[in-house]
Structures are given as C-alpha cells and as structure tokens.
Nanobody
Framework: VQLVESGGGLVQAGGSLRLSCAAS????????MGWYRQAPGKGRELVAA???????YYGDSVQGRFAISRVNFNNTVYLQMNSLKPEDTAMYHC????????????WGQGTQVTVSS
C-alpha cells in the first residue's frame, strides 16, 4: 500500500489549501480514510475521516472550516482547508483506517502546511 500526499505549502491566515492523497495497492473504495496532523512538540491529531460509505467525521478544531472528500475512481482522498489559522500549521498525513474505531494502519509521508499570521 502506498499513500502519497500533496498540496501543502505556505499560506496566510484566512487562506485556503486543498490537500490530496493518492492511494495505490489497495481496494480503495473499501477503506475508510483519514487526515491526521502533527505540529512540533504536539501529539498526533485526527483532523477528518471519511468512511467507505461517505460518512464523515471532523475534529472539533476544524469543524466548519475543513471538508474531507473522496473520489473512488481515481483512488484519491482530499482535504479542503478554508479559513486557515496559524494553529493549523503542522505536517499533515493521510492514512487508511480500519474497524469501527477507525484505527490508522497505512500512512503517507506527509505534506507540510504552514499558516502565517
């Protein structure tokens, strides 16, 4: 299984970015997918998840600002990030999720998002 993230970068507060995660080596449509982030000195945080049936989950800190989506025919999951804040600065990773508890198993290498004030 390979997950490759892209779309990170430097943006001013209030701006937007869209992250992409291209998956290969798996039956993508059968997997729940998630976006995690980790800032320096902080723990890993689940930002958003999307189940195989399209149901979504968002962390409290991004609710109403971020949107996760998936396109099964091209094995890609997206994270649209709007109204970005400096506290959104982190390395963002996508992951496959398994089980009712949505435990992560496969990870991508990550893409850096930096939001300037």
């Amino acid at each position: 299984v390979q997950l490759v993230e892209s779309g990170g970068g430097l943006v001013q507060a209030g701006g937007s970015l869209r992250l992409s995660c291209a998956a290969s080596g798996l039956t993508f449509s059968s997997y729940a997918m998630g976006w995690y982030r980790q800032a320096p000195g902080k723990g890993r945080e689940l930002v958003a998840a999307i189940r195989s049936d399209g149901r979504t989950y968002y962390g409290d800190s991004v609710q109403g600002r971020f949107a996760i989506s998936r396109v099964n025919f091209n094995n890609t999951v997206y994270l649209q990030m709007n109204s970005l804040k400096p506290e959104d600065t982190a390395m963002y990773h996508c992951a496959t999720l398994r089980g009712v508890a949505l435990d992560p198993n496969y990870w991508g290498q990550g893409t850096q998002v930096t939001v300037s004030s």
